[in-house]
């Protein structure tokens, strides 16, 4: 595996690689790669010729007040981590070399942004949209995969795709968990011992909506205060949202119906959990 | 040459060209070709495998009282003309097939734009990086080709290309004219016999702009003030405005120095003329 950290050294290896026939499949992530990001890369291996996988926590995606500079880090582990799954190149462009000077020409993301984490985090689907216009630009891939936790990015690069008729093809991974049913994140490493244990509840909580609506239930409402009860009871975190949206489009629903998710967003001490299902009914 | 409607059918070719090694040509018009265009397709023809035209009158990038609908439209001549001049593919979608629903995702050029067209043009910039962002995801093309007499456009897709990291390299051409100086453009077919004639002042007042600054003048408002008076002598048009800016950059100037560009926007009774010189001293 080349780890490279030059934009233009990416393009262009990835250009030659394109222009010879060969497909390439590229993961994105921030890095601190866990079983969820491995399970992308493996796909994209078994998928492609050529797998590139980057790691750069954009500084436009956080806001203000969140995690960026505490946000876990661990090069030398996450470049072993790709190797073995299977990456031929491994991206690795510090912030100036992405941005040297502020982007003059910005990207707004204006739909499917104003619920779920769109509405406590301003600003931070354009900075998603932005720099996976870069990146696809890039690495030039054919395939790119997202893991569906989180499911409203999708969302987003779904439309980001269409609306400019970048040449790539999506692929969702399924959520990987631990034994427990926890979405697995690289923020759980930041959870207190108790709140490991509580965090059960979020994916739990989860299953038994889906499991309600698979008997019958059709009201969000009902569905919805049920799960904020079950979160409440069962841990001391802070719930940010819980809700309930047609999907892809993220629009409220009066009665459940189609292909719809729940998603939630769990504040703990120092990590902010996410979690979703999708059911189609 | 062959003409393609389709956005997938036009992105699969061009795709399956460059997964083969060759190397893509592309001229982005809105049709209605004249012989500044066809300088651009022979250029593109000479230095790649495949030349890729488009023809697209994008209404993203007109104004609620501008000439979308009005804009001459000529596609067997047109059609003709890119073949002759080596075309290899014509793109030429209609409006439903590039924007089959208003875009969720904007694109806001932020720099640059509040000078010259930009200024009485609000949002034609945006416009114009909505489509090249759309056309060179679709054309996959090595090199686009630009005629400097839209040389803020220029400096727009220039600051594009470089935010986004767009694979593409930006050629530019010199702005085309007719015998007597005036710029080709595809509006020059609505001005009136005695208009026709009185534009030639355009070009003559940049010409001796240049003369003035080559001979020393340095004062930007000196050679602003007497182009202003010679065109008012000169023609029965509306000056829309005739500034001074560092090129490509686009910022004012207290003294002439470097690179400067000297642009003008005129209005006769149902064309609006652009011209421009840029000056290195």
Redesign the interface.
């Known amino acids: 595996m080349k780890v490279i950290r030059s934009?233009k050294e990416m393009?262009n290896t990835m250009?030659e690689q394109?222009?010879?026939?060969k497909s390439i499949g590229f993961v994105p992530t921030m890095g601190y790669l866990h079983e969820g990001h491995l399970t992308l890369i493996k796909q994209a291996r078994r998928e492609n010729d050529v797998v590139a996988v980057s790691i750069f926590v954009n500084p436009l995606q956080f806001g203000a007040n969140e995690d960026l500079s505490t946000y876990p880090r661990d090069f030398e582990r996450d470049s072993q981590l790709a190797e073995e799954s299977g990456a031929d190149y491994l991206f690795y462009p510090d912030a100036s070399e992405m941005y040297p000077r502020p982007?003059?020409?910005?990207?707004?993301?204006?739909?499917?942004t104003d619920v779920l984490c769109g509405r406590s985090r301003p600003g931070h689907f354009d900075g998603v949209?932005?720099v996976l216009?870069?990146l696809f630009?890039?690495v030039?891939p054919d395939f790119a995969y997202f893991g569906m936790k989180d499911a409203q990015q999708v969302a987003?690069i779904d439309?980001?795709i269409t609306?400019?008729?970048?040449?790539v093809t999506l692929k969702t991974v399924e959520t990987v968990r631990e034994s427990d049913g926890l979405a697995k994140s690289s923020r759980n490493v930041y959870l207190q011992p108790n709140e490991r244990e509580e965090a059960v509840i979020l994916n739990k909580s989860l299953n038994e909506a889906r499991e309600g609506i698979i008997n019958g239930e059709r009201d969000p409402e009902k569905v919805l205060s049920f799960m904020r009860e079950r979160i409440q009871q069962n841990s001391s975190g802070t719930i940010d949202y819980i809700e309930l949206y047609s999907y892809p489009e993220l629009k409220p629903v009066k009665e459940i119906k189609g292909t719809i998710i729940i998603a939630l967003a769990v504040k703990f001490t120092k990590a902010r959990l996410i979690d979703n299902t999708i059911i189609s009914i």
Chains 1, 2 share one sequence.
């Open positions: 934009v393009q250009l394109k222009s010879s026939g982007l003059a020409i910005k990207v707004t993301v204006g739909d499917r949209a932005a216009l870069k630009n890039i030039v987003v439309m980001l609306d400019y008729n970048i040449p």
